[in-house]
């Protein structure tokens, strides 16, 4: 089975989606409609704003949408048997699987935006990579922290990102050090994303959320919450909206979906660290990029 995956924020490139307008009337209509739900050309920034312009979470979030999206409606023969995506990936899934249409996709991947960027301004915090230790270790190091500090995504075996507060971050990357982590690297991200601090932007993007159509899918989605199989709209709800506060559990999703059948994984969307990852997961299967 074919299995199509989604990137998250940090994917984005200059230049991104620029062959896909050139070379798609579709995809053409969809990025000037783009635009128009907007209110503002994030096409030009896509084509021609650099990193420095891509890398605020208002822009980067619609951006990373935007591309992986529009690749999916411009497939020949596009007919996903089970999808996924990392973080804000998970709603490029849920247009894919057309849980959602590509308008009310993208409102609530702007709004998600706009709120977790509030809330990060609100209150300065951070993430940071632990490279090489299991992940009960990185766990159980955080909780002795004092101070908001936690495993924000799973990436694969002995890939785990904490996240939280600025000072807690540095204090448990200092401790995992000393537990023998190769790495404890403070990333270059606006907030505490995955960690309790971003409840003011949940709450935010739960009212959005609720008051969305949300349909009956055309395959399951593998959701960061649940990690398992979902088709029912109520739960896929239910599970966006706790995802801003939850752990990604990228690990634990892509084993289920091996689990449940699938052989290949397809890379919707810009970069390919999804691919490097599941084969971190599981050497046996298979990856690739979508092209058109």
Known sequence: ?????????????????????????????????????????IKSIMFDGSAEDLKQTKV??????????ILAKTLVDFKPEMVAGH????????????TL??????????????????????NPSTMAAI?????????????????????????????????????????????LKELGAKRALVLPVGGAFHSPLMKPAEEELAKAIEETVFNTPICPVYQNVSTTAVTDPTE??????????????WTQSVQNMIADGATEFIEVGPGNTLQGLVKKINREVSTSSATI
């Open 1 to 41: 089975m074919k299995a199509y995956v989604f990137p998250g924020q940090g994917a984005q490139f200059s230049g991104m989606g620029k062959d896909l307008y050139e070379n798609s009337t579709l995809a053409k209509e969809l990025f000037d409609k783009a635009n128009e739900i907007l209110g503002f050309d």
């Open 60 to 69: 980067t979030q619609p951006a990373v949408f935007l591309h992986s999206v």
């Open 87 to 98: 973080s804000l990936g998970e709603i490029s899934a849920l247009v894919a699987n057309e």
């Open 101 to 122: 249409d590509f308008e009310s996709g993208l409102k609530l991947v702007y709004k998600r935006a706009l709120a977790m960027q509030a809330a990060c301004e609100a």
């Open 131 to 175: 490279l090489g230790l299991e992940d009960e270790i990185v766990e159980n190091a955080c909780k002795e922290i004092e101070g908001v500090v936690v495993a924000a995504n799973y990436n694969c075996p002995g890939q785990l990102v904490i996240s939280g507060e600025i000072e807690a971050v540095n204090l448990a990357c200092e401790k």
């Open 236 to 249: 896929i709800k239910k599970n966006l909206i706790a995802q801003l506060t939850a752990p990604v559990k």
